[in-house]
């Protein structure tokens, strides 16, 4: 199978699979994990954030965030298509009780004037602001990498009004990779952070959430709180080091395939796409002469797996597990259902 679903489908490496078997392991509800500590070190110092933890997923790192910085009753400022907003099944109302405010992005990027328009003013009508939560890259924008400048705007008005801006940067090295701005850049403009080990870095599980020690403080008792207190979790966090150690620079590769992908796709008639919206390794196209469930089902009847992200939009997804050849073997099955 090509399997392009995502790039969490990706296997643990060979070194990750050694580290595994061969990791100092500890209690690490007592702290006492080193190999954890190790992780979490080398994480927060790629960050330059104060404290760094191991979470199980993104999607807990992401709501223990949202918990930490907030409380019922109060309003989050989003993204309209981003995970934390479209993919976390309401998590955020369910266990925070925030109301979400999902404003329109271009490209997956929240315009700072647009972010300060939302924040509410102090009327007891009005849910009070208490959070701003980015996404980059951007997920179902198409993998596109939200500029720094953008990030930095935004950052400024959250400052001026004293609001904490979490990051979720499931996929920020990619960002990285894409842009050459190193991902301490992008977590200089937030107050917390995210990313996943677990993508296209090929960790088998396992999510960092990063920011001051206060904040991991009270972020430790919340990842308790869901039953996210992992005990030998070295087992996860040394694959976690391997992943950020030796994975980074190999994203690009990841970007290079969806490059070759995305012009290969545009050239074909019954696809509508500008592959020049294509920055890392997400490629999100609408075909126009096949519905979206056929070309899936057909496409995966040749042994090629994607997925539909709208009624209308399908999702490719490069990663360590598709070769260059994998890529030109999916545009010529595109090109014969299609073209
Ligand atoms: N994204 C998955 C699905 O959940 C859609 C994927 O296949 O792309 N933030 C972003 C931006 C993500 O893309 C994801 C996963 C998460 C958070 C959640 O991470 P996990 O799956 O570890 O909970």
Redesign the pocket.
Known sequence: MIDL????VTLPTEAMRKAIYEAELGDDVYGHDPTVNRLQELAADLLGKEEAMLVP????G?QIAILTHTSPGTEVILEADS??YY?EAAAASVFAGIQPRPLPGKRGSLSADLVEWAIREDDIHLPPTSLICL?NT??RAGGTVVPLEDMQAVYQVALKHNLPVHL?G??IFNAAVASGVPVKDYAACTTSV?F?L??GLGAPVG?IIAGTHQFIEEARRWRKRLGGGMRQAGIIAAAGIVALETMVERLAEDHANARLLAEGLAKIKGIEFNPEDVDTNIVIVKPTTMSIRQLGEELEKRGILT?AIEPDRIRF?TNKEVNRADIETTLQQVKDLLG
């Open positions: 679903r995502s790039d969490t997923s993104g999607t807990m992401n995970h934390i993919y996404e951007h997920n979720d499931a996929r995210q996943c677990s993508k999510s997925v997804t």
